[in-house]
């Protein structure tokens, strides 16, 4: 039913780092590799060799430029998948009951098998975390690799989310933000994790990890051939010579 | 929003054929015998081409059915019983006029407010959109009702109320038009609250995640159709309130100028309804530097 279960405990979520992602895809690369073999349909590309390919992804990452009152611009690469929000307007939406959220553990799902595709759900959310399949007419959506996560086939290791295993920079967490004792709450506590466009009341589970702030002033880097070009060699007779004119 | 033709082709007629509907369970028209079969077929005809049209944008239409099971959440389910409801309600209200000579206000009374119900429903699919403030306002199912309210009058040929409702329907398209232009600043979703990096400074898109498109892309960001809107905004108004008010006060009333209103009408709300998809913003743009 689309009915939001009632609240629960356990509250399984990402949280990522933007201070350490380096825009390097791999996430992206991952999550389609894993979901497009395993739970639900496969991913489809379409027009995937031609002038215009398109295709399905359920995790992207996008590289914005944030520019302070002072100082020089930061670049901040972007990882964006479904957020497995509390309050999950895609949920309910849904006409047909396809669109769900788990009690047990709060992951947001598509029940393929019922889905219409009429794309009510990825109008209501905010995220752009749901995509509609091209070639199945069915909503993909990120499961949190729940066919990773509770699957006693794979080493302990590997019972993660695909984009947080796959991750070369460890800028992607995994783990339950219910528990306040968790790593990842720890790690949300202590850094500021913060909510992407709380004003519309989704309470998102997923947290984002601003970028630390910048220690130290950046480095001029022309500075010392300036200060060289003022005193010694060849410029430096140039530039007091050139002075006088 | 994208203003996919199956969509736009559902809302107008859907909301023109129930409209009418809700005038003959009323009684407000009482035809009999062929003509009661003529005019409910023609009301007919129009609800349900334009709910069959709603069927031709979903990925996988044999399973539209299971879109009756969640009434209790979801408009788009409410939308489906109620237009069913009142389809299946109005059928004994049209066979007693077509066979008995009489209305029947047992059955017409409740199928008219299941007819108005339903395109009240179908405003609150978009309506109840937070992500697009736009809609997101109680003039979106104020508009629809009265579009359904002011075609189905024109077609009763009641003159005096078409024309009431015509002001009404002016009014109400330019208030939207000039509510709506805030409503996302009001909203205050920015690039800031999106990537919630406002805390260090001014945000803009450096790359977006692939170069070329995506569904969400070309389902939610649509710019070509804002480009003619205060032309479009202009056709609207004159055409769905101004000229059919004017025809059916100037001229004779017959079948003639019940046709040349609801031509004038419909070519208005075609535009109406063209824009208010694509001027529709959803804050899914964001992401992209793009509204």
Redesign the interface.
């Known amino acids: ?3 939001l279960p009632p609240k629960g405990k356990k509250k399984l979520g990402l949280v990522i780092d ?1 201070d350490i992602c380096v825009g390097c895809h791999a996430c ?1 690369t991952a999550c389609k590799g894993w979901n497009t073999e395993n739970y639900g349909v496969p991913l489809s590309d379409m027009d995937a060799y031609g002038a ?6 359920l995790n ?10 002072t100082g020089p ?4 690469h ?1 990882p ?1 998948s479904c957020l497995h929000c509390e309050d999950a ?1 895609c949920v ?7 669109s769900y959220k788990r009690a047990e553990d709060g992951i947001v799902l598509v029940n393929e098998s ?7 759900c ?7 975390a749901r ?4 070639a ?4 993909k959506k990120c499961t949190l690799c729940v066919d990773r996560i509770y699957n006693e086939n794979l080493p302990e290791v590997d019972r993660v989310p695909a984009c947080v295993r796959t991750c070369p920079a460890g800028a992607r967490h995994f783990g339950d933000l219910g528990d306040s004792e968790s790593a990842v709450s720890q790690l949300v506590a202590e850094r500021g994790g ?8 989704t309470k998102p589970v997923n947290k ?1 990890l ?2 630390r702030p910048k220690d130290r002033a950046p480095a001029k880097p022309l500075d010392p051939i300036i200060a060289d070009m003022q005193t010694t060699g060849l410029a430096g007779w140039l530039d007091r010579l050139l002075e006088k004119f | ?1 994208h203003p996919a033709p199956s969509v736009i082709i559902f809302t107008v007629f859907s909301g023109l054929g129930l409209g009418f509907l809700a005038y003959l369970g009323l009684g407000v028209v009482h035809p009999t015998g062929l003509d009661a079969f003529l005019v409910f077929g023609l009301a007919y005809g129009f609800a349900v081409l334009g709910l069959l049209a709603s069927t031709f ?5 044999q ?2 059915f ?5 009434w ?6 409410r939308e ?1 019983w109620s237009s069913v409801i009142s389809l299946l309600l109005m059928a004994p209200v049209a066979l007693i006029a077509i066979f008995l000579g009489v209305h029947s206000a047992t059955f017409g009374f409740p199928a008219a407010f299941l007819a108005l119900l339903t395109v009240f429903c179908t405003s609150m ?1 978009y309506a ?5 403030p736009r809609w997101n306002h109680w003039t979106t199912p104020a508009l629809f009702l009265t579009f359904a309210l002011t075609g189905g009058a024109i077609l009763s040929g009641w003159a005096s109320a078409a024309i009431a409702l015509c002001v009404v329907l002016g009014v109400l398209l330019i208030a939207s038009y000039a509510l709506g232009d805030g409503r996302f600043a009001a ?3 920015t ?1 800031e ?5 406002g ?12 170069t ?5 892309m070309r ?2 960001i649509h710019i070509v159709g804002r480009k003619h809107s205060v032309k479009l905004r202009t056709i609207s108004v004159i055409f769905a309130a101004l000229l059919p008010a004017l025809s059916l006060l100037l001229l004779p009333m017959n079948i003639g100028t019940i046709a040349l209103a609801l031509a004038f009408h419909l070519i208005g709300a075609f535009a109406a309804r063209w824009l208010f998809f694509a001027e529709a913003e ?3 743009g964001l ?2 530097g793009a509204r």
């Not at chain 1, 992207?60 to 009152?69: G, Y």
């Not at chain 1, 611009?73 to 901040?76: E, N, R, V, Y």
């Open positions: 039913m689309t009915e933007l992206v215009e390919p398109s295709g399905t992804f992207r990452v996008h590289a914005f430029e944030v520019q302070p009152a611009a930061q670049t901040i972007f964006k307007p309910t939406v849904c006409p047909t009951g396809a019922a889905c219409i595709g009429c794309g009510l990825a109008w209501a959310c905010p995220y752009g995509e509609l399949d091209q199945a007419g069915v909503m913060m909510d992407l466009m709380p004003e519309l009341g984002y601003p970028p | 929003m944008h979903l990925g996988n239409p399973r539209a299971r879109a009756f099971t969640q209790k959440t979801s408009w788009l389910s489906a699919i109840q959109l937070k992500t697009v909203r205050g979703s690039m609250t999106a990537t919630g990096l805390r260090i400074g001014k945000v803009r898109l450096f790359e977006p995640p692939h070329g498109t995506n569904y969400l389902e939610m959803h804050v899914v992401y992209y």
